[in-house]
């Protein structure tokens, strides 16, 4: 059998053959011993693989203009508490009155037809599909 040692690598076939005594490693091949390691601190320390912290997320001060407010509540009592999306009707707390036509998409801010109540859940698809839609048509794509 052939070993290879590549820097101060071995391959895994000789790693998994290996004994741990008192803080080394001696490696085997068949009965007899190649080297002893020692069994060493990591070099780098040990990733991080949490997602990064996003900046708080601050609201444009046109959702706290009296005109907004207004069509705001306007739209809820409207639409009796229940999610606008067809089939949905869901009832539940947090609704979410949103532009049909988004705001950066050229959207009328204060046109009652272009808003509408909606549950979390149907929002968030909303709001990623338009997202994806709005990257895919920037120059060069995503």
Known sequence: MSVSVVG???SASIAARAKHTSGSFDC???????????????????ANLRTAALPPKVADSFYSSPAWIAMRDR????ACGRCQVPG?????RG??????????????????????LMCRAH????TIAERAKRTARRPGGP
Not at 123 to 126: G, V
């Open 88 to 92: 949905c009707g869901r009832i539940e």
């Open 95 to 116: 609704m979410i009155v949103d532009h049909i036509v988004e705001l950066k998409d050229g959207g009328a801010p204060l046109d009652r037809s272009n808003a509408r």
């Open 28 to 46: 085997f091949i068949g009965s007899n011993t190649i080297m002893g390691l020692q069994a060493l601190q990591p070099r780098i320390a040990l």
């Open 8 to 10: 101060d690598r071995i």
């Open 123 to 126: 929002h968030n698809q909303k």
């Open 75 to 78: 739209v809820r009592r409207e």
